[in-house]
């Protein structure tokens, strides 16, 4: 029997620290094999981004299929699909093959506040959110998914997970980073349940690509057969450890990345 497998479906980030990058390191890190879908490509550094440019949905198709054809894909992170045509065809492969333990990353901005979602593409993206078995939005990104204001408190971000579920996602990852206070707190909603998971809040600029590598650190979770929660509750203290050892890589000008391999190196 092989080892486990994971597919991520995002954008590449040509500074190393977020998308596909930041989701193979991850998935490496976490003992689980790595294969990839690139729906963009990105000139980014850890300064901002400088460039765009789109993967056309054709060949979106194409990786698809290679990669489900060859590989048994225990879990898929999805991250930037950067147009409505991405969306369409990342659904209708993740359909065609079946694909199961899907965690979407509703990614729309990056740290340095670029958009990476148009906005006429939110649409297919909510649609998107009913093929997932974990939806897992920033306080930002809640927001815009439900039209409604950003959650200033952990009631309304309990109300805010709860009318998410209603897109049909399995369960979701209210995270609360962008938010203030001592700890950072993410609230999982499953059915009738919230777990709260906190940690505290680390005092460092360097957390280029936290999103993405909670997201695929949860899809390894899943990818090695653990529960939704306990992939969340792993991915959660691997991602705070990976943020509190990001001041020691000292890498880029600017908000430079977490620390991927901080056991190792």
């Known amino acids: ?41 990105t000139a980014q ?12 949905a054709e060949f979106i198709t194409a990786q698809i299929d290679a990669v489900f054809s060859d590989f ?12 409505a045509a991405a969306i369409d065809a990342v659904a209708a492969g993740l359909d065609r093959h079946r694909a199961r333990n899907i965690v979407l990353d509703p990614v729309m901005a990056a740290t340095s506040g670029e958009k990476l979602l148009p906005a006429d593409a939110v649409g297919a993206l ?31 971000m309990r109300r805010q997970a709860r009318t998410l579920l209603a897109l049909g996602p399995g369960a979701v990852l209210i995270k609360g980073g962008h938010g ?9 909603v499953e059915g009738d349940a919230c777990t709260r998971f906190a940690a505290p809040r680390i005092d460092t600029r360097n957390t280029h690509g936290t ?8 899809a390894a979770g899943l990818a090695k057969k653990l529960s939704i ?15 509190a050892a990001a001041d020691r890589l000292g890498v880029g000008s600017g908000r430079g990345p977490v620390h991927h391999f901080h056991k190792w190196w």
């Open 1 to 41: 029997m092989g080892v486990p497998i994971a597919a991520t479906i995002a954008g590449s980030d040509s500074g190393g620290g977020a998308g596909v990058q930041a989701d193979m390191k991850t998935f490496s890190a976490l003992g689980v094999y790595g294969t990839s879908v690139i729906t963009a490509l």
């Open 126 to 156: 909510r649609e998107l959110a009913a093929q997932a078995s974990l939806l897992t939005p920033n306080l930002p990104e809640a927001a815009i998914l439900l039209e409604a204001d950003v959650a200033r408190d952990e009631e309304e």
């Open 229 to 243: 929660l306990d992939a969340v509750r792993d991915a959660k203290a691997y991602v705070s450890a990976a943020i």
């Open 72 to 83: 048994d894909i225990g879990a898929v992170k999805i991250g930037m699909l950067g147009s």
């Open 180 to 188: 203030s206070g001592a700890e950072s707190v993410d609230l999982l």
């Open 211 to 218: 999103g993405c590598t909670l997201a695929s650190a949860i």
């Open 45 to 56: 550094n850890t300064t901002g981004v400088l460039a765009v440019h789109q993967v056309p």
